[in-house]
């Protein structure tokens, strides 16, 4: 067989791979707009009656399920820790990389090598200092800690690094102090880092499940994914419903990956680069 | 000029020492108390009862046990499934740029919302796989209430989460070999296996290890798929270490136990990841 045919296979096997790997996402959206006779008799993969029930039915949901509220918990709270990250993270990065303050290398080794600590490690000692502090089931207990992560702090590191001192040298001499400095020069030409930075930032809140599983009490201050899963035990054979309210849950992050999707898909390759 | 420096590490560096730092050392000293929340008149040094503990603790080794399996099946499954989704990506000649994002979608879903979804396939009266295979006249499998059935089950879904980032990076690493070698194989009348053999493999072995440590850690720490799917069950034959973890701290109330647990956890991570690393700096 000659190449080119090859090719053409090849072709035809990935792309029936990539629609395999989507297809059970358009199971979910297809089903979460069935009524409940039909999702559990699966006959047909297209509603023969359409329906937005479930998702009414979520939406009205008040005391047992407050789905608008969690919804409304995560933005905040995804919001939050992505401008918070990049304000510390930015800062930092500049003061060690740009302003090079003593003990800045010591510091960002230090900041390295806890990253290699697992997160479960962490756990039971900040639900220790999160009720010392009073802040356990308040946004602050998922916002606060987490502008302490490595990620941010050293991945604009790196970026600094590679940007000429020659800029500073000429903002110096111009009589610039170094807040107008980080202002105008340094974040402006971070633009591509910091955004890339607050992209991962956010997914990264949005889906994190076990801070919010552990730090939060009340049900009406769980995020979106810690809610939606504790209740699904509840309703767990209600597929229709459970469904929908995965719908509703991935549709930010559907968006989020269509906007920046190339962005996204390149520092994921770049993360194996590194020698 | 060094005084605004310290201001503007300030910020960063007082959340890292209170919410890095701090937890690490509380950790530390709590994995060598009694520290029960339930009963806090009896916190006190214990000495290394705590791991002393855990080495004789039956629920502790099963756990062990269930994250090894774990990762005996998720590392191996990411590395061969995603090598062949790269090698084929990269052989094609339109359209790579969006299978490349399609196969990496799934991994952008929270851990919730892929449990859902993967539970209504694998139930076994209602799901979605038992209702096709009883279409085609089988039985079903009891997929997720089967001892045999159970880890494999989480392993799949995990595959389905996660394998486009590793065919990712799996695939820019093979886009950086040059092409001039296999035309100079090809030249010397080399086959396409010899040179995936003698060429792609051995070029590819920096980023394959990246890939196994990177995998090994994430798969030593699972506790979002079997908590969404099995609970840890059925007999607690898919409960690891880090869900043992959070039952023993969180329902138990035993933070001291856990405490040390978790530096277990961290321990059998850490050996791991330099074994991993030795292997295969090794030369072939």
Known sequence: MNRSVWKTINGTIMRTVATLMILPLFLMLLTSMKP????????????????????????GWAEEAPFGRWFSNSVFISSAVTLGVIVFSAMGAFA?????????????????????????????PLYLILSKLHWLDTPAALIVPATAGGFGIYMLSQFMEDMPPAIEEAALIDGCS???????????????????????????????????LVFMDSVRNYTLPVGIALYQTSYYTEYGLTLATSVLAVTPLLVIFALFQRQIVSSMAASGLKD | MQRTGFLFLAPYAVSFAIFVIL???????LSFMRFDLTAQSSAGFVGLDNYKEALHDNYFWSAVKATLLFAAMIVPGLLVIGLSMALGINAMARGRAAVRALVFLPGMLN??????????????????????????GSQGQPWLSDKAFAMPSIV?????????????????????????YFEAAALDGASTMRMFRHITLPL????????????????????????????????????????????????SYRMGYGAAMSWLLFALISVFGIFQIRMMRRPA
Request: charged share 10%; proline share 6%; hydrophobic share 50%.
């Open chain 2, 23 to 29: 937890p690490i050392v509380v950790s530390f000293v």
């Open chain 1, 96 to 124: 060690i990389k740009r302003l090079r303050v003593p003990g800045g290398r010591q510091f960002l080794g230090l900041i390295i090598g806890s990253m290699m600590v697992p997160g479960q490690l962490f756990l039971v």
């Open chain 2, 111 to 136: 851990i919730a919302v892929t449990g859902i979804l993967w539970q209504w396939f694998f139930n076994g009266e209602f799901g979605l796989f038992n209702f096709a295979l009883k279409h085609f």
């Open chain 1, 36 to 59: 409940e006779a039909e999702v559990l008799n699966p006959e047909n993969v297209v509603p023969r009656v359409w329906t937005l029930s479930n998702y009414q039915q979520i939406l």
């Open chain 2, 156 to 180: 799949l879904m995990s595959v389905w989460w996660t394998v486009g980032g590793t065919a990712i990076i799996l695939l820019t690493a093979l886009q950086q070999i040059p092409g001039m």
């Open chain 1, 178 to 212: 170094p807040a107008q400095m980080f202002l105008h020069q340094t974040l402006p030409l971070c633009a591509p880092a910091i955004s890339t930075l607050a992209v991962f930032t956010f997914i990264g809140s949005w889906n994190d499940f076990m801070g919010p």
């Open chain 2, 204 to 251: 590819l072995k920096p980023v394959m290890s990246f890939v196994v440590v990177t995998t090994s850690i994430a798969g030593f720490q699972m506790f979002g798929q079997a908590f969404m799917l099995t609970r840890g069950g059925p007999e607690l034959s898919t409960r690891g270490v880090a869900q043992y973890i959070y039952e023993t701290a969180f329902n």
